[in-house]
């Protein structure tokens, strides 16, 4: 009796175009899953699947995902990947592009936040996962800098030059004059390596210490050049080449 009840209720739901489809018990179950384990526990694209549920409200979305991610190769290169590649993939739209940028600012901001509210030295390794986040999966070379007061606090974190794949153009001269405007005591210095190998270059290591050699006379301090890219970082200093 009961089961003739629930075929009766299937078929007038397909009648009247009110049958829940089938992807829609997948998306529930994910979603508990995600709320019961956490993000971390998820492959990259079942939480990009997450993410594209509220992008796209009416279709199953894990073959975008998983082709995202093949394209791309990870959760992180999605999110940092340009408007224009993106919407290479079969499927996706501005709606998506616009989602999936969001969640990339959120998690900038949301590392910025651990870097901005100690001194910077004492929280080296937030400063390192901020500068990953920020830049290591950026397809072109970008000059940033963090300004920092006596204490070691951040005053200010810029973006100085953007470049191309493999260049990004720096000026000594410019980078302090910025430093003295905003009375900052000491910097660090941050570019990423599109090529994904983070290894300083004989150009990274001369303009650091042009950088060094102008800012020493007028007191402020250049803490590290560090170098960031998908496949990790380095610190100059830590290599003791500055």
């Keep these: 009796m009961l089961r003739s009840i629930i075929r009766e209720r299937r078929f007038q739901?397909?009648?009247?175009?009110?049958e829940t489809p089938h992807y829609h018990g997948h998306r529930d179950r994910l979603r508990?899953?995600?709320?019961?384990?956490?993000?971390d526990a998820?492959?990259?694209?079942?939480?990009?699947?997450?993410?594209?549920?509220?992008?796209?409200?009416?279709r199953d979305v894990k073959p975008m995902a998983k082709e995202l991610i093949k394209r791309f190769g990870t959760f992180a290169e999605v999110l940092a990947a340009s408007p224009a590649r993106l919407m290479e993939v079969d499927g996706v739209s501005e709606r998506v592009v616009?989602?999936?940028?969001i969640v990339e600012a959120s998690a900038r901001r949301l590392a910025k936040g651990e870097v901005a509210k100690r001194p910077v030295l004492s929280s080296w390794t937030s400063v390192l996962d901020y500068c990953r986040t920020a830049m290591a999966f950026m397809d072109k070379?970008?000059?940033r800098l963090l300004f920092l007061d006596k204490r070691n606090a951040l005053i200010a974190d810029e973006v100085q030059q953007s470049g191309t794949v493999d260049h990004t153009p720096v000026y000594p001269r410019e980078v302090v004059k910025r430093a003295l405007e905003l009375s900052a005591s000491a910097l660090i210095l941050v570019h990423n390596h599109p090529?994904?190998?983070p290894t300083p270059s004989s150009a990274d290591i001369?303009?650091?210490?042009?950088?060094?050699?102008?800012a020493k006379p007028l007191g402020i301090t250049v803490h590290d050049h560090i170098?960031?890219?998908r496949e990790g970082h380095a610190s100059l200093k830590g290599l003791r080449l500055i």
């Design 227 to 229: 170098i960031v890219s």
């Design 13 to 18: 739901a397909r009648m009247s175009g009110d």
């Design 206 to 214: 001369k303009m650091t210490r042009e950088i060094i050699d102008v």
């Design 195 to 197: 090529s994904g190998d």
């Design 98 to 101: 616009t989602d999936l940028k």
């Design 141 to 143: 070379e970008q000059f």
């Design 42 to 58: 998820l492959p990259d694209y079942e939480l990009l699947e997450l993410v594209l549920f509220r992008s796209i409200p009416r």
């Design 32 to 39: 508990t899953r995600f709320m019961e384990v956490g993000g």
